[in-house]
């Protein structure tokens, strides 16, 4: 089964639902990329996986040897956190919280865990730094570290690269990406930054401001431009196979799913459309 | 009569003995949450749970119950309501503890000017005595000390995840909301216990002004958990002595010896950064 299943989840706040009947399906290893104008519900949904908020409908389902709390998240930068007095190595402990249980102090693996996943993000040299000194690009790094103490599977990340200058959003991303690559982490990341996302993610999940949404293979996007429109609706034999094998999910629910290549509608708005009508009005 | 004979003759006096160990304990638990509660953005629930505590008290007077039967429960309860309220109610969290601590305050003035039969010296409350603390409440002040210290001995490494992030805390599956529940328990008793001694007035300094010293000099959270509780207790018996040798108001000279310290620790924090 997939790692992570949303089925049909909606999340409301004050009765207006920012989240409308969603599913995906997130695999081992996979990097997607959650993208969408301001107020669509990206961070929401996060927090509705990470069971944060809670849901209105549906659910959300860990499989593949993930729970919830394996998951490791990168939260939206903390205001509260500017002038914290805490260093480095006390942040990239409390990571290991989980796996501490009762006892009162973290043991030597814990300790070792988080020196070496300080290492990983190239930052041991400051572990007895101060964290509210270090530059935003390191503070990033740093809680990083303390999200790999949490999971070796998965991690969630809201908006990790907002306030950061050109080199350091740069260099955010080329970690984030080797944490995919070279240990197997899949990522799931809320950005603003469209030029990044499909650089490096394999799926793009695109909410819009109707609570419809588009879902699937980059390649998929680049054609259509996350048009949901139904013309734009899957061939049902290539949506991911754990879906349909979910009883209550039927095809229908998840027509925005990825799109067929070969748009027919005529009156289709969509990205792939308007190419083909450009293309064949220059001729 | 030589200046530690006046201090050794201190401790003749059994009402001085009660005081030195409930303000201790209380000045020990309070620099203690208040690091919290002051990383937290919570500094003024002191003051206004102290505000909420005098209320009750005037109100518990007045029906002739002991103060702090009905003072503890409904201090308990209002901090309940204002850490809620401060996360998601649309009045903000500082003007809804600006309400409900003029509320409160109004309310314990009105019951006490129209009950006839008592007649407290509101002065006392307002801005504590000494005298005030009797045996029974330096019983509940003990367990309060030692529950304080053992929950943060015990829970020190939640308590630090969740004042440093609430939502990873939350995330790596933390009962966040049995933590605070937690905390605004024993603030609320520490409040009220140590209202008595400092007044409605002044307890929230207790609070505030250690966490903010240690945070001057210090960087680590551990170090300024320690650092806030060592300054806590200095100033508290400073201030205790000061007050007992010059005659003068007790609670107020703490808070005077808290503001010194905080002066030389600012001054101390920023040549420190300079260097």
């Not at chain 1, 509210?132 to 570290?145: E, F, N, T």
């Amino acid at each position: 089964m997939s790692q992570l299943l949303c089925k049909n989840i909606s999340i409301a706040y004050e009765k207006e639902n920012v989240v409308d009947n969603l599913s995906i399906a997130i695999e081992q290893g996979d990097y997607v990329s959650i993208i969408g104008e301001n107020g669509t519900g990206k961070s929401s949904l996060l927090k509705g996986i990470l069971g944060l908020v809670s849901l209105k409908n549906g659910k959300v389902e860990f499989g593949d040897g993930l729970d919830r709390k394996n998951v490791g998240y990168l939260s939206q930068q903390n205001p509260m956190q500017k002038d914290f007095p805490a260093s480095v190595y006390e942040v990239v402990l409390s990571g290991c919280l989980k796996s501490k249980g009762f006892r009162p102090f973290f043991s030597k693996k814990e300790r070792r865990l988080a020196v070496a996943n300080l290492k990983k993000m190239g930052m041991e040299g400051y572990k007895k730094s101060c964290y509210a000194d270090l530059s935003g690009g390191q503070k990033q790094r740093v809680l990083l570290a303390r999200a790999l103490c949490a999971t070796d599977k998965m991690i969630i990340l809201d908006e990790p690269v907002t306030g950061l200058d050109p080199v350091a959003t740069a260099d955010m991303y080329h970690l984030v990406n080797k944490l995919n690559k070279d240990l197997g982490i899949t990522i799931v990341m809320v950005t603003h930054d469209i030029d990044n996302a499909l650089k490096y993610s394999n799926k793009i999940l695109h909410l819009h401001k109707n609570n419809k949404y588009y879902f699937g293979p980059k390649d998929d996007y680049l054609i259509h431009g996350g048009c949901t429109d139904e013309c734009c609706a899957p061939d049902v034999s290539e949506l991911p196979r754990t879906l349909l094998d979910e009883e209550k999910i039927t095809a229908d629910e998840l027509k925005y799913g990825p799109a067929d290549s070969e748009c027919k509608n005529p009156t289709c708005q969509c990205h792939h459309h308007s190419l083909n009508t450009k293309t064949g009005g220059e001729q | 009569m030589g200046i530690f004979e006046e201090i050794i003759g201190m401790f003749s006096y059994s009402f001085m003995v009660r005081a030195i160990i409930v303000g201790g304990l209380v000045a020990l638990c309070a620099s203690l949450l208040g690091v919290v509660l002051v990383l937290k953005r919570y500094s003024m629930i002191g003051d206004g749970l102290s505000h909420v505590g005098f209320g009750a008290m005037a109100v518990g007077l007045a029906f002739n119950q002991a103060p702090l039967a009905v003072a503890i429960p409904v201090v308990v309860i209002a901090a309940f309501l204002l850490l809620r309220v401060s996360e998601n109610s649309k009045i903000k969290g500082d003007a809804a503890i600006g309400l409900i601590s003029s509320s409160a305050l109004a309310i314990g003035m009105v019951v006490n000017a129209s009950s006839s039969g008592t007649n407290i010296d509101l002065n006392s409350y307002m801005f504590g005595s000494i005298l005030a603390i009797d045996k029974s409440e330096m019983v509940l002040c003990i367990v309060l000390g030692v529950v304080v210290i053992g929950a943060f001995a015990y829970f020190y490494n939640p308590i630090f995840a969740i004042t440093f992030d609430e939502n990873f805390a939350r995330a790596t599956g933390l009962k966040v909301e049995v933590y605070k529940t937690i905390l605004s328990v024993l603030t609320a008793v520490t409040i009220v216990i140590g209202m008595r001694i400092m007044g409605t007035l002044l307890i929230s300094s207790l609070i505030i002004f250690p966490a903010l010293s240690a945070m001057r000099v210090t960087h680590r959270f551990r170090q300024v958990m320690i650092m806030s509780v060592i300054i806590s207790m200095f100033c508290f018996f400073t201030g205790l002595v000061a007050s007992y040798l010059l005659e003068l108001p007790t609670g107020a000279t703490i808070v005077v010896s808290n503001l010194c310290v905080f002066v030389v620790m600012t001054i101390v924090g920023y040549f420190r950064k300079k260097a």
